[in-house]
C-alpha cells in the first residue's frame, strides 16, 4: 500500500498530556553524525526570469522538473515555459509569494535546520540513509506540493502558506489545516519511513493497513520525538483530544464490525482514506480513524516492549503480532 503520495494527506500546536510514553523516548546521539544540507532557492531563478526564453533555459537547466515536479501542471509540457512566465507576471502571485517569506520565515531555521535534525536521527538508526538536496520553488500552484526521492526533495512552498495566506491550494477545507509550514519536516519524514517500513504483501487486511500507518507515525515519533501529535497524525488538537478520549467506543466498533481482517477495498478505504469524520462511527469522529487506531497499536507494542529498537519494529511484517503483543483493547494509557 502507498502511505504517501505528492500530497500531504498525512499530518496542532499542543503537546499533549496523554502523548503518553511515546513522548518520554531519548533522542539517538548524533554527535558523530556530519552532513551538510544542500538546498536550493529555485523561486529565485524563476521569478528572475524576464521572458518565455529566460523560463525555458530555467526548466532546461533543470530537466527534473518537468518530469518529477511538474507532472500534473494543467498543460502541456511544451506549453510549460509560456504558462509559467504568464503566472509569474501576475502581480498578485508576486505580492503572494512576498506574503509567502514573511509567512514561512527563515527557510534555514524554520525547515532546513529541523530537517537536517531528523534526518541526523534517521542516520543514527540506519546508517545508510542518503542525505537528498532540498529545492524550494513558488509557481502559483502548478507544481505539486511535494516531490520527494533518495536524491532530491522540492519543496513547493506556496502549499503551506496557512490560513494567513491570499491564496490556498484548491482542496477540500478538512484538508487545508495540513498545509501550513510545520507540517513539512513531519510529511517528509513521514515519506522516509516508507523505505523501511517492512509490510507483509499477502495481508490485505485492514488491520495490516492500519498498523503500516502506525509504524509510520511511530517512526515519526521516534525521530522528531518533540513533534506535537497532531502535527504527525494530521488532526486538530480538539479532535485528537477527543479522538483519544473516545478510543474505547472507537475500538468497541472495530470489534462488533469485524472490521480488523476485512480485506474489501472499498470497506477498507471508509476507515483510511482522508475524509471529513467516519460516519459508519459517528460525526464526531475524524476521518482516516483507522490510521490513528493503527498508530495506538504500535505505541502501545512498544511501550510493552521496551527492548524493541525502532528498526526492529519497522522490520515486523506481522501486524498481528503487534496487535497480539500490544494488548491494545482501545484502552487509554492511564488504564494501563
Not at 500531504?8 to 518520554?24: G, Y
Not at 509557481?139 to 502558506?161: A, C, M, N
Request: proline share 5%; net charge neutral; aromatic share 14%.
Amino acid at each position: 500500500m502507498v502511505y504517501f503520495r505528492s500530497f500531504v494527506f498525512i499530518f496542532f500546536i499542543a503537546l499533549f498530556q496523554f502523548s503518553c510514553k511515546t513522548d518520554q523516548r531519548k533522542e539517538a546521539d548524533t554527535s558523530n553524525i556530519r552532513f551538510e544540507l544542500v538546498s536550493k532557492n529555485l523561486d529565485e531563478e524563476l521569478f528572475s526570469c524576464k521572458s518565455v526564453g529566460d523560463v525555458q533555459k530555467f526548466l532546461d537547466n533543470h530537466p527534473y522538473l518537468a518530469k518529477a515536479y511538474f507532472t500534473n501542471a494543467p498543460v502541456e509540457p511544451t506549453k510549460l515555459a509560456a504558462h509559467l512566465f504568464s503566472v509569474l507576471q501576475n502581480p498578485d502571485l508576486q505580492a503572494f509569494r512576498t506574503q509567502l517569506d514573511s509567512i514561512i520565515g527563515n527557510r534555514k531555521t524554520r525547515i532546513l535546520n529541523p530537517l537536517s535534525d531528523a534526518f541526523k536521527q534517521i542516520k543514527a538508526h540506519y546508517p545508510g540513509f542518503p542525505i537528498p538536496e532540498v529545492q524550494f520553488i513558488i509557481t502559483g500552484f502548478t507544481g505539486d506540493d511535494l516531490y520527494i526521492s533518495d536524491s532530491l526533495i522540492i519543496i513547493g512552498l506556496d502549499y503551506f502558506g496557512g490560513p494567513a495566506a491570499s491564496y490556498r491550494p484548491n482542496i477540500y477545507d478538512y484538508q487545508l489545516r495540513r498545509y501550513e509550514r510545520a507540517y513539512i519536516v513531519p510529511s517528509i519524514i513521514f515519506f522516509e519511513s516508507n523505505k523501511y517500513n517492512r509490510m507483509n504483501a499477502g495481508d490485505q487486511t485492514l488491520l495490516s493497513d492500519m498498523v503500516g500507518y502506525g509504524k509510520g507515525y511511530e517512526f515519526v515519533k521516534r525521530v522528531m520525538p518533540q513533534t506535537p501529535d497532531s502535527l504527525i497524525v494530521g488532526y486538530s488538537a480538539d479532535d485528537l483530544r477527543k479522538t483519544y478520549n473516545s478510543q474505547t467506543d472507537i475500538w468497541a466498533y472495530f470489534i462488533s464490525s469485524k472490521l480488523l481482517y476485512e480485506k474489501s477495498g472499498l470497506k477498507k478505504r471508509k476507515f483510511i482514506d482522508d475524509r471529513p469524520f467516519t460516519t459508519e462511527i459517528g460525526n464526531k469522529v475524524p476521518g482516516a480513524i483507522g490510521r490513528w487506531v493503527g498508530w495506538r497499536i504500535v505505541s502501545r507494542f512498544m511501550a510493552e516492549n521496551p527492548n524493541v529498537s525502532l528498526t526492529q519494529l519497522m522490520e515486523i511484517d506481522n501486524a498481528g503480532r503487534i496487535l497480539q503483543e500490544s494488548g491494545y483493547k482501545g484502552q487509554t494509557d492511564e488504564d494501563q
